[in-house]
């Protein structure tokens, strides 16, 4: 994309996350990577009247090929966590979610934006006020919700008991104190109770392995018991490829946390694509975890709801066509919201 259309894509986010005169804004990099965004930001930032600095880290020293979350660039830089506590907002353009840092600087009321996914497709998923306003009623529902039942035709029936840890919402912005968001997203999630989740899930072809960045190709059984994983196989007549996939990698991480069922939600956003993989390859997702009547289930770490899981192994799954009830109430059907208020006008 043209830097001049960056530049005002990145100028309507930031008016929408509140940006103004008496405003301080960082934009975080790391390394060379993006460094096309931090120009951006810190440009619409000045169109704002707001004071703005880049704070740039060195590149990482070494990296084992997992996506460790929670290992942030700012560990053991008390300076640079202190001058990003200092401000109002922090454009994340390294990916901080799930860091000890990132939520000391929301403690210090700083709101943080991450933004590291492909231009083409922040553009198209321009956040709005229409969406957020769907994503927070279907938070209010969830945030009631004592118990989540999911079922799909392939066999998933899993129960998660609820209300323990908050409900929580991405809708692409923030402008609101020590809120955290990343754009893209359109999405409602909690997590069940440490022991709380019980039942089966069956992934079926189609489904999204993150961060993984494929679609399942074959089925895949989890057997959960009291919060945990305890089985993984290939489903009837598979080869079994995705499941044995899916293992090592848990096993590569060495912390049977890894198999902890972590948060639980479903998607919002009619425009987000499930194909999008095929056409943003280098991003994280975003998009996957947003479409339209999905279901996604989390594995590892719960650390971001206030949970005691901190594991570095983590997953997000995406999947098509499941059911969703709350306290024994539809509220998504076969991948469709049931709830008019969460659609969009066009499907009311």
């Known amino acids: ?22 405003e301080t804004v960082a934009v975080l990099t790391q ?31 070494g990296s084992s090929g997992a996506w460790a979350v929670g290992e942030s660039g700012l560990k053991g830089n008390r300076l640079a966590v202190e001058a990003l506590k200092s401000v109002d907002m922090v454009v ?7 860091s000890k840092e990132q939520f000391e600087i929301q403690g210090a009321s700083t709101r943080i934006l991450s933004a590291v996914e492909p231009v083409p497709l922040l553009a ?30 392939l066999g998933t029936d899993v129960s998660y008991r609820l209300g323990v840890y908050p409900t929580l919402s991405e809708y692409g912005y923030t402008d609101q104190p020590g809120r955290w968001d990343h754009w893209p ?49 290939g489903g009837s007549g598979s080869s079994g490829l995705d499941a044995d996939l899916l293992r090592s990698y848990i096993e590569s991480f060495h912390d049977p946390r890894g198999y902890g069922m972590s ?42 709801l206030g949970g005691p899981n901190d594991t570095p192994c983590h997953f ?8 969703l009830y709350l306290d ?7 991948g469709e919201l049931t709830v008019p208020d969460m659609r969009p006008a066009e499907k009311r």
């Open 263 to 304: 948060h639980v939600g479903w998607g919002l956003d009619e425009r987000a694509h499930w194909h999008g993989l095929t056409q943003f390859p280098g991003g994280m997702g975003m998009e996957l975890r947003s479409f339209y009547g999905n279901v996604m289930f989390s594995i590892g770490p719960n650390n971001e």
């Open 31 to 61: 390394g060379g990577e993006r460094a096309e965004y931090a120009d951006a930001f810190l440009w619409a930032a000045q169109q704002l009247g707001a004071q703005t600095f880049h704070l740039r880290l060195p590149s990482p020293s």
């Open 92 to 98: 994340d353009c390294t990916f901080l979610l799930f």
């Open 328 to 334: 024994d109430e539809l509220i998504v059907d076969a």
């Open 124 to 153: 198209r998923l321009m956040p709005t006020k229409e969406l957020r306003g769907r994503v927070e009623i279907a938070a209010e529902i969830l945030a009631k919700a004592q118990t989540m039942r999911i079922t799909s035709p």
């Open 185 to 233: 997203a359109a999405f409602v999630f909690t997590g069940g109770a440490d022991d709380g989740v019980d039942g089966k899930i069956v992934l079926a072809p189609g489904d999204v392995l993150l961060p993984f960045n494929t679609y399942v190709q074959t089925p895949v059984e989890l057997t959960i018991e009291q919060g945990f994983i305890r089985d993984i196989r």
């Open 316 to 323: 997000d799954i995406p999947m098509r066509g499941c059911s």
């Open 1 to 22: 994309m043209d830097q001049n259309l960056f530049n005002e894509i990145c100028l309507r986010q930031l008016t929408l996350s509140g940006v103004h005169e008496d």
